[in-house]
């Protein structure tokens, strides 16, 4: 493998988009069969970023400074050109000038006090994970008790610690979800109009924040055939999409529009797109018109409403590509086939609610 400087310089270049398509497919291949190589591109792409944080900051600050040196330059000039008793203008102009000094350090002091607040926080801080953290409403004692003398004692008398979606990857019982709704996980559930399964956590991707699940009950036969599948190149800007997820009990329709093709801060494993996504939705489907899989809810910027945040279909599909046959129980086999593609959004819907999950989380 490339590197000390050489690998920053290639990294440097994927980045800005200075590679061929030919070079871009090369690296791209690289990144997905390399998680080290992967964690570095990142980095160094949250570098650059704020790199470019205080970059304008201090074109802010030399933009205040040259309107200081211009107003005390203007008014010497004046002070030289006027009679004597037009010298009492300098006051004025001193005021703005301390003013503008003022605003200057103030403004400075800032904009540090916030380059290194990102610096600190990883760039993170207005990104907001949707997990859903279950308030405590528990049934009431009698109730569990009433349970345990009876011996009918269900996993569902206890409320999850934590709530996310999920949607099957293939027929034989994989599930995908976010990673970070399955973090310190004792024991997984899945929940859907079929009934509620035991899951296994089988891999943890924290790269690209995905984690895929295996129902181990052994009432499980099969999910039956996936009517969608992954699209494996990228979505184009102001495109039509959508997303089903449990931000509670009920199944939840949201739909919107691709509004970037680059996620937080300039990600490029992800999409930013305008749906509206609560707390419960990390690890849900966005899907084009068609019913095509472009991407996967990871989280939204709580500091604007309406941006959300999906990791690419097209780099999960590549990383579980490269995912040790060790790993996995048995082979996960994709759909091959979009059977939803013709059908209106109603009756795409109505096929999809078989296939998306409510991921209840115990710790």
Same mark, same amino acid.
């Given at each position: ?34 998680? /080290?190589?992967? !964690? ?7 570098? %650059? =970023? &704020?790199? +470019? ?103 569902? /008398?206890?409320? !999850? ?7 099957? %990857? =293939? &027929?034989? +019982? ?190």
């Amino acid at each position: 493998m490339i590197a000390g400087f050489e690998l920053d310089e290639t990294i440097e270049k994927y980045l800005n988009d200075h590679m061929s398509e030919s070079e871009k497919e090369t690296f791209e291949a690289k990144i997905s069969a390399n998680e /080290a190589l992967r !964690a570095r591109v990142i980095e160094h792409m949250q570098v %650059l =970023s &704020a790199i +470019g944080v205080y970059a304008r900051r201090n074109k802010v600050s030399a933009t205040l400074t040259k309107l200081h040196a211009d107003l005390i330059d203007s008014q010497e000039k004046k002070e030289m050109n006027s009679q004597p008793k037009l010298r009492s203008l300098r006051n004025p102009y001193k005021a703005y000038a301390i003013a503008a000094s003022f605003a200057l350090l103030l403004l400075s002091g800032t904009l540090a006090v916030l380059y290194f607040s990102y610096i600190h926080n990883g760039g993170r801080a207005e990104f907001r994970e949707l997990r859903r953290d279950v308030e405590k409403i528990r049934n009431s004692q009698s109730d569990i008790i009433r349970n345990i003398k009876s011996g009918d004692i269900k996993r569902d /008398a206890i409320p !999850a610690n934590f709530m996310g979606t999920g949607f099957a %990857l =293939s &027929a034989n +019982g994989y599930v995908i979800t976010s990673s970070h709704v399955v973090r310190d996980a004792d024991s997984v559930y899945i929940e859907g109009p079929k009934g509620s399964f035991k899951a296994q956590v089988v891999y943890i991707d924290k790269q690209f924040d995905y984690a895929i699940l295996k129902v181990s009950d052994s009432t499980f036969k099969s999910f039956g055939n996936v009517p969608y599948i992954f699209k494996n190149n990228e979505s184009e800007l102001g495109e039509k999409i959508y997303t089903l997820g449990y931000p509670r009990e009920e199944i939840v329709f949201g739909e919107g529009s691709l509004s970037s093709v680059t996620g937080y801060m300039g990600d490029t494993s992800s999409y930013q797109v305008s749906i509206p996504v609560n707390p419960g939705n990390s690890g849900g489907p966005v899907l084009d018109e068609k019913g095509n899989l472009i991407g996967m809810i990871s989280g939204k910027q709580s500091t604007s409403d309406g941006a959300a945040f999906a990791v690419k279909s097209s780099l999960i599909l590549k990383s579980i590509s490269h995912i040790s046959s060790d790993s996995l129980p048995m082979p996960i086999h994709f759909p091959k086939f979009n059977s939803i593609s013709s059908q209106d959004r109603v009756k795409q819907l109505r096929k999809l609610k078989d296939f998306i999950f409510i991921v209840k989380v115990y710790n």
